[in-house]
């Protein structure tokens, strides 16, 4: 590994963990960035999981005083996110790498025509709800009646599997899927999503390293600079909402997805 893939690698790293702390879509700098370092599809997205997971521990102890009012919640929704994790990195790992190669645009295209749209589609189906009443035992100020629903883990269980198997997207479509859910306060849907992403990558990642999957000398490199990152984003987003991180990351996932259309 040269010294520029390192130094590619790290940024990526960082700028991935941050961005995932704060709104999702981190694996659109991560991904590309050990493709570009020579990893095969399958490898680098195993690797970038790997790498992205000390990130999104960290990322969800920074919101442990958010998540103590979701105490009665986090199991059912932390299984739902166990099992589809395990379930779409099994999928990866079947697919192969000719496979995942033809996907990736595609996925990519995906990731970011809903993280750009995730506002309007959360806001289009609340308003098509009664507003609901908070549940005994939620958090303070309601938004929590949507976590214990059947509805509710289903969802989360699909986008496990969608997390499992490729990323990209994974912290928006659960952002979604949760203020849809009910879930109104920013800050709590943030935490969620934090720590059911972690418990996502913790069974992927744990899946990847016992099929051998895992490139370790770009993975530790990524890790450090990709936990780093995640600290500092969480603790970021909890003072500072801004549309500029928003509007950044669909212009990083447009120019990615259409840099490998034109390369399939």
């Known amino acids: 590994m040269s010294p520029a893939d390192l130094a590619l690698i790290g940024a990526g790293g960082f700028a991935a963990g941050a961005v995932n702390a704060i709104a999702g879509g981190g694996t659109f700098f991560s991904f590309p960035a050990?493709?570009?370092?020579?990893l095969s599809p399958v490898?680098?997205?195993?690797?970038?999981?790997?790498?992205?997971?000390?990130?999104?521990?960290?990322?969800?102890?920074?919101?442990?005083?958010?998540?103590?009012?979701?105490?009665?919640?986090?199991?059912?929704?932390?299984?739902?996110?166990?099992?589809?994790?395990?379930?779409?990195?099994?999928?990866?790992?079947g697919a192969g790498d000719a496979r995942f190669a033809a996907l990736i645009?595609?996925?990519?295209?995906?990731?970011?025509?809903?993280?750009?749209?995730?506002?309007?589609?959360?806001?289009?189906?609340?308003?098509l709800k009664p507003s609901?009443?908070?549940?005994?035992?939620?958090?303070?100020?309601?938004?929590?009646?949507?976590?214990?629903s059947?509805?509710?883990?289903l969802a989360q269980l699909l986008v496990s599997v969608y997390g499992g198997f490729f990323g990209a997207g994974m912290g928006i479509l659960?952002?979604?899927?949760?203020?849809?859910?009910?879930h109104d306060n920013v800050q709590h849907v943030n935490a969620l999503k934090n720590l059911m992403s972690a418990v996502i990558y913790?069974?992927?990642?744990?899946t990847f390293i016992v099929a051998g999957a895992v490139s370790w000398p770009h993975t530790l490199a990524m890790l450090l600079t990709a936990s780093a990152g995640g600290y500092a984003g969480a603790r970021l987003a909890r003072r500072l909402q801004g549309p500029w991180l928003r509007w950044a990351v669909i212009a990083v996932g447009s120019a990615l997805t259409l840099y490998y259309f034109a390369k399939a």
């Open 105 to 127: 645009p595609w996925l990519l295209a995906f990731a970011t025509v809903l993280f750009a749209l995730s506002p309007q589609l959360s806001a289009l189906v609340r308003r």
């Open 150 to 153: 059947p509805a509710g883990w």
């Open 132 to 148: 609901p009443q908070r549940l005994p035992g939620g958090p303070p100020g309601g938004g929590d009646h949507g976590a214990g």
């Open 34 to 38: 050990l493709l570009a370092a020579g």
């Open 174 to 182: 659960m952002m979604a899927s949760l203020q849809i859910g009910g």
């Open 202 to 206: 913790s069974v992927t990642v744990l």
């Open 43 to 93: 490898v680098a997205n195993a690797s970038n999981s790997v790498a992205l997971w000390p990130g999104s521990l960290t990322g969800a102890w920074a919101y442990r005083q958010e998540l103590a009012g979701y105490r009665r919640y986090l199991l059912p929704m932390g299984v739902a996110s166990f099992l589809g994790g395990a379930a779409g990195g099994l999928l990866l790992l």
